[in-house]
Nanobody, 123 residues
């Protein structure tokens, strides 16, 4: 059974930085697509960015140039490096994993999800 566990959420001031981690365990494809999503209470879960099977990264325009997705394949940990944080980045952040071999994963492709980690950015 694949399990994902996020960590690293915290409260930071505007302009601060955080590194979130997502540790994956279980029979996950070596080249599984992986993504980060975020959710504000009582709102939907929104895509933040993805690491595709071929190593490409994609980002939502709201975080492009501020966030970076990096994977440590040896440790099977996915990172979300966040800089220049804004109050609107406050949310619960989730990582997700899908199958390997796809040119690009979209939300329905992600069949494994972590429990989330809270990020709060104060103004």
């Amino acid at each position: 059974q694949v399990q994902l566990a996020e960590s690293g959420g915290a409260s930071v001031p505007t302009g601060g930085s955080l590194n979130l981690s997502c540790a994956a365990s279980g029979p996950l494809d070596m080249n599984a697509c992986m993504g980060w999503y975020r959710q504000v209470q009582r709102q939907g879960r929104f895509w933040v960015g993805s690491l595709e099977s071929d190593g490409r990264t994609r980002y939502d325009r709201a975080v492009k140039d501020r966030f970076a997705i990096v994977k440590d394949s040896a440790k099977n940990i996915l990172y979300l490096q966040m800089t220049n944080l804004k109050p609107e980045d406050s949310a619960t952040y989730y990582c997700a994993a899908g199958p390997g071999g796809r040119s690009q994963c979209v939300t329905p492709d992600y069949n494994y999800w972590g429990p989330g980690t809270q990020v709060t950015v104060s103004s």
